[in-house]
């Protein structure tokens, strides 16, 4: 795997604790831009100048988790999720948790049921759910393991049959902030036509907070949201082009950005999905509601295991992606006129 995605993919993250990813991506992103800073609420903002319309690209830094709510007396740790976590994925995972001196405690997600060998028949809630790390709880307060604290869902990443396959945790969106990494590097020495700015949010597993902050500083004539979205068997595979997003729970994204990136991805003969979806939804929809109202898309590989803590992408369709992206810099102007 190429080892800057490996590192944002294995970076610890989780909603409301992006430091360790935006550390990451800041070192290597000001490489390549002009200006970079970061917001009251942790957003990062990469500023390269250029003449033309002021283009916002956007990928969340942060991933799901949990957050312990109680400790019992036998030491048994009692969460609740930080973003959509399905209880079916967690089940024998392991949790890692920073505590003092940069040491990092383990502990594996199990049931009373599991824990002492019984068959189970029906699948647990997370309230039956709990933590185990062989401590006590007196240790773990000791260790300045508390309520509060945040558990990170550990996994390895690399490749599966063959190269372009690659699987690992928070995909959702490392992946983005990659092709971000990798556009801006691609563009580091030419001068554009665009004012652009390339934006790595937080709290998106959460709420769309982080992207409404960061766009109401940009103001941005127009964004785009780059986010993997899920597999749909027969209409979204993985390896067959990057996704463009027409509609989630939240949104109809822009027809004109639409248009545009559906032309340059037919000129340039690269695939190219389409994604109407009814559930999930992205920083779009926060970006689009911004300083009464901005021109927003989502683009993004689709990937498989989506909010889990193995997701598979095919890196082609990462290549796809940032393809697209830099034919749009490259060409960014856009005709809205008085609609969308």
Do not use: W
């Amino acid at each position: 795997m190429k080892e800057l995605l490996d590192k944002l993919i294995n970076a610890h993250g989780i909603s409301g604790y992006e430091e360790q990813v935006r550390n990451i991506i800041s070192a290597e992103i000001s490489k390549y831009v002009d200006i970079v800073s970061v917001g009251k609420m942790g957003g990062l903002i990469a500023h390269k100048k250029g003449k033309g319309p002021k283009i916002m690209l956007a990928a969340h830094m942060d991933e799901i988790g949990l957050m312990i709510k109680s400790i019992d007396a036998d030491g048994k740790i009692r969460f609740s999720p930080i973003g959509g976590v399905d209880v079916i994925t967690i089940v024998g995972q392991r949790v890692h948790m920073h505590v003092k001196n940069d040491k990092t405690i383990l502990g594996v997600i199990t049931t009373d049921d599991i824990a002492e060998g019984s068959l189970v028949s029906d699948m647990p809630k997370i309230k039956e759910m709990h933590v185990d790390t062989g401590m006590t709880k007196e240790e773990l307060t000791n260790e300045g393991i508390k309520v509060g604290t945040v558990m990170g869902l550990e996994q390895d990443s690399g490749y599966l049959g063959k190269e372009e396959i690659i699987f690992g945790k928070a995909l959702d969106d490392r992946i983005g902030c990659y092709i971000l990494l990798e556009l801006a590097k691609k563009l580091s020495k030419k001068n554009l036509d665009a004012d652009l700015y390339f934006v790595f949010t937080v709290q998106e597993e959460i709420a769309f907070y982080g992207a409404v902050a960061t766009a109401y500083k940009v103001e941005p004539d127009y964004a785009v949201v780059v986010d993997v979205t899920n597999v749909i068997h027969g209409s979204k595979e993985i390896g067959k082009g990057p996704c463009l997003g027409f509609k989630d729970s939240t949104m109809i994204t822009n027809r004109k950005i639409n248009d545009y990136l559906i032309k340059i991805a037919e000129k340039h003969a690269i695939p190219l999905q389409f994604d109407v979806g009814e559930e999930n939804s992205s920083d779009a929809f926060g970006i689009s509601m911004t300083k009464g109202g901005i021109p927003t898309t989502v683009l993004g590989p689709c990937i498989k295991n989506i909010h889990t803590t193995i997701g598979v992408a095919d890196m082609k369709d990462v290549e796809n992606t940032i393809s697209i992206l830099h034919e749009l810099v490259m060409n960014p102007n856009i005709d809205f006129g008085n609609s969308n």
